[in-house]
């Protein structure tokens, strides 16, 4: 599971737990304006992984670190599809973060808002 909140003009994704570990990751720190926009999309999770580059997949289970899908460089972060967010990048190290949340419409209401400032 990971944590998001805006600091200044940054978006930070604080990765919690043993996901730090599966992932290889604690924080994400990308500049508000990359941040094209969020959604809350359970149905992400059946979209193919592609090739891990970093992290782990146990499917049914985990799905967290980065994969290369097409020619872009994804960050999953993923144990319920239920609670998955896409939060959409452009000129980032990578096109998308695909992360769970606790509550999936408060943090697709947040970074909306905050980019659209």
Known sequence: ????????????????????????????????ANVRGATADPGVAREPKGIRTAGTHFPNYVTAGAFRVDGEKIFWDVHDPRKAVVIQLADERYARLIIEVDDPRATVALVERSVRR
């Open 1 to 32: 599971m990971a944590t998001v909140r805006i600091d200044g003009d940054t978006l930070v994704v604080e990765i919690e737990g043993l996901d730090k570990l599966w992932a290889l990751k604690s924080r994400l720190d990308i500049p508000l």
